[in-house]
């Protein structure tokens, strides 16, 4: 019995430990977490209480939250609709409002940006005639709250505050701006920047509410309620409740049943940081999560069980034992008792609900300040703050200022990596730079904002001067348009500059300022200060190749989108592979400073990769002459060749076409070619005659040094390389592709041209098949090596076996051993009976017209078969079975 008894008690502890707590808290303006009286949510306790009651600190927590519309009591709405007085839109306001409600606007959305807007602009004249008046403004906030309950969202500021007189005349009227009111007023002040400038905003609302409601306290009046369902028709009457409000507005939409989205937390948080993140004044999202915590269970806590086990063994304690069997149960419980305390549980679980006010706009509009005021680690969190896909620190940024014909600011930044899909769609891409009036998201994605090809930049401008249209949501074209994407490219291309000119190898000039700089301790090391700036500055360096790697096409893209005025500043930005520089590609100017005196220009071979050209025999001259080639393996750079002739009054020279000379020859030297020339006449000539229409000339060459011919391009006509990518487009047909003449160029000193000349010379104009045959050859290998597609593989194929015969003494008349047949072939075998079959049913379909003879002739002949048959299938069982035998 006692057993039972501990069990059920240990059961009951166990059942109670899984069940959580349910705590209600809030978190005040304190900080401080604060708990629901019996577990009941007290957010609204505040909202019942007299405002004589609450703190001086708390009338500001509370602003626009003590008086919800939807708090409204039955008796202050009667009061309301008796004493409301109805006025008409001016300026037949009714078609207006359909207008700007359906047409003017292209994101729902856009209500938020239009109604913060107007909050700071309230606060901004608060905090002007604080300055002004030297009077305390208190907390200048901006607070928005979703009740999905009464499916209402409201959004209160601490602003100025509006009259009656205001709200009839600024709300009653389109195109009537408050804002542009108080600016007429307050010219004198330069420091003063408000937002709203058309008076049109405000009507966004009714893009996601059938109605709205505008409570509005100014210090010089009591608290009015505006109401407005955009039917022609508003109501302004005073609020029976009394001035709830300290001060500011608190504008309450009544949504939409289409616009529930709008009080999704998630939702809000995303828009207001889109439009509104770096406005000036906080503003406060009122949130609530949920969570579960484990807590200590407190040493004062009793669980019930621990009461129920102590009356228990009162309980026990007052039955009749005797002594023996009151010792021996005693001595049990208390066993079971030291059991209990190490198996009961040592913490709860307590369900908490919060709810708090989170403030949205953290991030600071660092653009506002001087860029010296500013450091690094606030430039990256400012990125981030921008670009919110990118996790990856900015390799590069610039922040300047524009003043003049017109002012702005910007700030803008050079990621690491390229997003992805950059080239895709390169022409239809938009600018990822944002535009911002006063702190005021009007759009991020404007088109001819800045070049295509500098798409990947990201950023923002923020300007007083923009001409934007009604809707705030489009810039109109001006002049003033264009004067800040000059600027924008301008300053753009100067950060990338600075990038690339630290990654320039350095001068003599350079290593000795460094060698005097170089901090050297007594015993020879070298000090952490210096070691730290090398570091810094290799990192420096190697940038440039990291930004080359990921956007090298961009800057070249703007070499071919006719960018005249900045085609110089592009060019110094280019890198290429180099012969003699392995680990990171070069620029021109690098090239240009490694010359040598004697060279005729910038020397380059193009193709598919490094690799390839590596190998080209075009190179052999020029590398013995060791000269520096650049590699040019990125299909844009073919088409980069046609837009730049020279470089600082250096001709590029491509390597792969006629007529090259690497450097000047003397009178000697080209009368020694002239010779050559003349020597060789009979030679070239009659390779010419030869492949005719598949080459325009022959020459001797002067690139080649260890192979024996090659295939050149001619002056004007289409490198090889250009051939390929042209055949290779996927849309591009036959004529399409820019094909032109080759010159062969023969190198004179091989013992193959050599043998070749002195055989000419022998037979004269006779026919040699075998020197036909390798002309053909040679005209093959010069076709491959200079990196062209074979048009005839088969004969090319076929003149290589048969130079496989004649070095393996293989006669061109020995024929392929003929393949041994077996005439059991199972395949034969099926075919033939199907052929039977067929045969038989064509047999059946004709009708039996045969005479009684030939029926009578059938048994006889059938019989003088079977013999014969039966003598042919056991003669060919045993040649089969012998067959078989060996494979067995």
Same mark, same amino acid.
């Given at each position: 019995m006692n057993f039972r008894i501990i069990l059920l008690l240990a059961s009951c502890l166990l059942v109670r430990a899984e069940e959580p707590e349910v705590v209600t808290l809030k978190v005040g303006e304190d900080g401080v977490l604060k708990v629901g009286e019996d577990g009941v949510p007290n957010i609204e306790s505040k909202l019942d209480q007299d405002a004589e009651e609450a703190k001086p600190e708390d009338d500001v927590v509370i602003v626009g939250e003590e008086a919800p519309l939807h708090s409204f009591s039955a008796e202050d709405l009667s009061t309301m609709k008796s004493t409301h007085k109805e006025h008409s839109f001016q300026a037949d306001v009714y078609k207006v409002m359909n207008i700007l409600t359906h047409s003017l606007y292209s994101h729902r959305e856009i209500f938020i940006r239009e109604i913060i807007s107007n909050s700071v602009d309230a606060l901004d004249k608060v905090r002007f005639r604080e300055l002004i008046e030297a009077t305390p403004a208190g907390d200048l906030e901006i607070r928005v709250r979703a009740d999905p309950d009464a499916n209402t969202l409201t959004i209160t500021d601490t602003g100025v505050g509006m009259n009656r007189s205001d709200l009839v005349e600024n709300l009653g009227t389109v195109a009537r701006s408050g804002t542009t009111k108080f600016l007429d007023a307050a010219e004198e002040v330069q420091d003063l920047q408000l937002i709203g400038q058309f008076g049109v905003g405000f009507y966004s609302c009714f893009l996601i509410a059938d109605e709205v409601t505008v409570v509005s306290k100014h210090d010089s009046d009591d608290q009015h309620v505006w109401t407005s369902k955009a039917d022609g028709a508003f109501t302004v009457v005073k609020d029976?409740?009394?001035?709830?409000?300290?001060?500011?507005?608190?504008?309450?939409?009544?949504?939409?049943?289409?616009?529930?989205?709008?009080?999704?937390?998630?939702?809000?948080?995303?828009?207001?940081?889109?439009?509104?993140?770096?406005?000036?004044?906080p503003i406060y999202l009122y949130t609530k999560s949920e969570e579960d915590e484990e807590v200590p269970i407190e040493p004062e806590e009793k669980p019930k069980e621990d009461e129920e086990e102590e009356g228990t063994?009162?309980?026990?304690?007052?039955?009749?034992?005797?002594?023996?069997?009151?010792?021996?149960?005693?001595?049990?419980?208390?066993?079971?008792?030291?059991?209990?305390?190490?198996?009961?549980?040592?913490?709860?679980?307590?369900?908490?609900?919060?709810?708090?006010?989170?403030?949205?706009?953290?991030?600071?509009?660092?653009?506002?300040?001087?860029?010296?005021?500013?450091?690094?680690?606030?430039?990256?969190?400012?990125?981030?703050?921008?670009?919110?896909?990118?996790?990856?620190?900015?390799?590069?940024?610039?922040?300047?200022?524009?003043?003049?014909?017109?002012?702005?600011?910007?700030?803008?930044?050079?990621?690491?990596?390229?997003?992805?899909?950059?080239?895709?769609?390169?022409?239809?891409?938009?600018?990822?730079?944002?535009?911002?009036?006063?702190?005021?998201?009007?759009?991020?994605?404007?088109?001819d904002f800045i070049p295509n090809y500098l798409s990947f930049v990201k950023g923002l401008v923020d300007s007083n001067d923009l001409p934007l249209n009604v809707n705030r949501e489009q810039l109109q074209k001006s002049k003033i348009m264009k004067v800040i994407s000059k600027k924008l490219t301008r300053k753009a291309l100067e950060m990338i500059r600075k990038m690339a000119e630290k990654s320039e190898p350095e001068t003599e000039e350079d290593e000795d300022e460094e060698e005097e700089e170089t901090d050297v301790l007594p015993d020879g090391e070298i000090g952490d200060e210096t070691a730290a700036k090398d570091e810094a500055a290799k990192a420096e360096k190697v940038k440039y190749f990291t930004f080359w790697k990921h956007f090298g096409k961009s800057i070249k893209m703007g070499l071919l989108e006719e960018d005249t005025r900045n085609r110089n500043v592009l060019k110094k930005l280019l890198r290429f592979a180099s012969s003699k520089n392995e680990e990171h590609p070069i620029s021109l100017d690098t090239y240009i400073s490694r010359m040598s005196d004697k060279q005729k220009g910038i020397f380059y071979i193009?193709?598919?990769?490094?690799?390839?050209?590596?190998?080209?025999?075009?190179?052999?001259?020029?590398?013995?002459?060791?000269?520096?080639?650049?590699?040019? *393996?990125?299909?844009?750079?073919?088409?980069? &060749?046609?837009? =730049?002739? %020279?470089?600082?009054?250096?001709? @590029? #020279?491509?390597?792969?076409?006629?007529?090259?000379?690497?450097?000047?020859?003397?009178?000697?030297?080209?009368?020694?070619?002239?010779?050559?020339?003349?020597?060789?006449?009979?030679?070239?000539?009659?390779?010419?005659?030869?492949?005719?229409?598949?080459?325009?000339?022959?020459?001797?060459?002067?690139?080649?040094?260890?192979?024996?011919?090659?295939?050149?391009?001619?002056?004007?006509?289409?490198?090889?390389?250009?051939?390929?990518?042209?055949?290779?487009?996927?849309?591009?047909?036959?004529?399409?592709?820019?094909?032109?003449?080759?010159?062969?160029?023969?190198?004179?000193?091989?013992? *193959?041209?050599?043998?070749?000349?002195?055989? &000419?010379?022998? =037979?004269? %104009?006779?026919?040699?098949?075998? @020197? #036909?045959?390798?002309?053909?050859?040679?005209?093959?290998?010069?076709?491959?090596?200079?990196?062209?597609?074979?048009?005839?593989?088969?004969?090319?194929?076929?003149?290589?076996?048969?130079?496989?015969?004649?070095?393996?003494?293989?006669?061109?008349?020995?024929?392929?051993?003929?393949?041994?047949?077996?005439?059991?072939?199972?395949?034969?075998?099926?075919?033939d009976e199907e052929e039977e079959e067929e045969e038989a049913e064509v047999v059946d379909d004709k009708p039996s017209e045969e005479p009684e003879a030939s029926k009578a002739e059938e048994p006889e002949a059938s019989k003088a078969d079977e013999p014969e048959a039966s003598k042919a299938s056991e003669a060919e069982e045993p040649e089969a079975s012998k067959a078989e035998e060996p494979e067995a």
């Amino acid at each position: 019995m006692n057993f039972r008894i501990i069990l059920l008690l240990a059961s009951c502890l166990l059942v109670r430990a899984e069940e959580p707590e349910v705590v209600t808290l809030k978190v005040g303006e304190d900080g401080v977490l604060k708990v629901g009286e019996d577990g009941v949510p007290n957010i609204e306790s505040k909202l019942d209480q007299d405002a004589e009651e609450a703190k001086p600190e708390d009338d500001v927590v509370i602003v626009g939250e003590e008086a919800p519309l939807h708090s409204f009591s039955a008796e202050d709405l009667s009061t309301m609709k008796s004493t409301h007085k109805e006025h008409s839109f001016q300026a037949d306001v009714y078609k207006v409002m359909n207008i700007l409600t359906h047409s003017l606007y292209s994101h729902r959305e856009i209500f938020i940006r239009e109604i913060i807007s107007n909050s700071v602009d309230a606060l901004d004249k608060v905090r002007f005639r604080e300055l002004i008046e030297a009077t305390p403004a208190g907390d200048l906030e901006i607070r928005v709250r979703a009740d999905p309950d009464a499916n209402t969202l409201t959004i209160t500021d601490t602003g100025v505050g509006m009259n009656r007189s205001d709200l009839v005349e600024n709300l009653g009227t389109v195109a009537r701006s408050g804002t542009t009111k108080f600016l007429d007023a307050a010219e004198e002040v330069q420091d003063l920047q408000l937002i709203g400038q058309f008076g049109v905003g405000f009507y966004s609302c009714f893009l996601i509410a059938d109605e709205v409601t505008v409570v509005s306290k100014h210090d010089s009046d009591d608290q009015h309620v505006w109401t407005s369902k955009a039917d022609g028709a508003f109501t302004v009457v005073k609020d029976p409740r009394g001035n709830t409000l300290k001060r500011g507005t608190s504008v309450i939409l009544h949504l939409k049943e289409d616009a529930a989205e709008f009080l999704n937390e998630h939702t809000l948080t995303t828009t207001i940081k889109r439009y509104s993140e770096f406005m000036t004044h906080p503003i406060y999202l009122y949130t609530k999560s949920e969570e579960d915590e484990e807590v200590p269970i407190e040493p004062e806590e009793k669980p019930k069980e621990d009461e129920e086990e102590e009356g228990t063994s009162k309980d026990l304690d007052e039955r009749d034992l005797d002594p023996e069997e009151d010792a021996e149960f005693d001595d049990e419980l208390k066993v079971e008792d030291d059991d209990d305390e190490d198996d009961a549980p040592k913490t709860r679980t307590v369900h908490k609900v919060i709810y708090k006010w989170e403030q949205l706009n953290l991030q600071a509009p660092i653009w506002t300040r001087s860029r010296n005021e500013v450091s690094d680690e606030e430039y990256t969190k400012f990125y981030h703050a921008l670009a919110k896909n990118d996790y990856e620190d900015p390799i590069a940024h610039i922040h300047f200022s524009a003043e003049g014909e017109i002012e702005f600011k910007s700030i803008l930044y050079i990621p690491e990596s390229a997003p992805h899909g950059l080239y895709e769609d390169y022409y239809s891409k938009r600018s990822a730079i944002r535009v911002y009036v006063r702190r005021v998201l009007i759009n991020d994605k404007f088109e001819d904002f800045i070049p295509n090809y500098l798409s990947f930049v990201k950023g923002l401008v923020d300007s007083n001067d923009l001409p934007l249209n009604v809707n705030r949501e489009q810039l109109q074209k001006s002049k003033i348009m264009k004067v800040i994407s000059k600027k924008l490219t301008r300053k753009a291309l100067e950060m990338i500059r600075k990038m690339a000119e630290k990654s320039e190898p350095e001068t003599e000039e350079d290593e000795d300022e460094e060698e005097e700089e170089t901090d050297v301790l007594p015993d020879g090391e070298i000090g952490d200060e210096t070691a730290a700036k090398d570091e810094a500055a290799k990192a420096e360096k190697v940038k440039y190749f990291t930004f080359w790697k990921h956007f090298g096409k961009s800057i070249k893209m703007g070499l071919l989108e006719e960018d005249t005025r900045n085609r110089n500043v592009l060019k110094k930005l280019l890198r290429f592979a180099s012969s003699k520089n392995e680990e990171h590609p070069i620029s021109l100017d690098t090239y240009i400073s490694r010359m040598s005196d004697k060279q005729k220009g910038i020397f380059y071979i193009s193709g598919p990769s490094v690799e390839e050209v590596e190998n080209s025999p075009s190179l052999e001259k020029v590398k013995k002459a060791g000269y520096e080639i650049l590699y040019f *393996v990125d299909p844009l750079d073919e088409y980069i &060749i046609r837009h =730049i002739s %020279d470089y600082e009054n250096v001709k @590029l #020279l491509s390597v792969t076409t006629e007529n090259l000379e690497l450097h000047e020859i003397s009178s000697a030297e080209r009368s020694h070619w002239e010779d050559v020339q003349k020597d060789h006449e009979g030679l070239t000539t009659w390779f010419k005659d030869l492949l005719k229409d598949r080459v325009t000339k022959v020459e001797i060459s002067k690139r080649l040094d260890q192979s024996p011919c090659i295939l050149v391009s001619t002056q004007y006509g289409p490198s090889v390389n250009m051939e390929r990518i042209q055949k290779f487009q996927p849309l591009a047909s036959r004529g399409d592709v820019e094909v032109s003449k080759k010159v062969l160029e023969l190198n004179y000193r091989h013992p *193959v041209i050599k043998e070749m000349k002195s055989r &000419i010379e022998d =037979i004269g %104009d006779e026919a040699a098949p075998d @020197l #036909l045959n390798f002309a053909e050859m040679l005209y093959d290998s010069a076709l491959l090596s200079g990196g062209y597609t074979h048009d005839g593989v088969g004969s090319f194929v076929s003149r290589i076996n048969t130079l496989i015969r004649s070095g393996l003494n293989v006669p061109l008349e020995a024929e392929v051993e003929a393949e041994q047949e077996f005439p059991g072939d199972v395949e034969e075998v099926e075919d033939d009976e199907e052929e039977e079959e067929e045969e038989a049913e064509v047999v059946d379909d004709k009708p039996s017209e045969e005479p009684e003879a030939s029926k009578a002739e059938e048994p006889e002949a059938s019989k003088a078969d079977e013999p014969e048959a039966s003598k042919a299938s056991e003669a060919e069982e045993p040649e089969a079975s012998k067959a078989e035998e060996p494979e067995a």
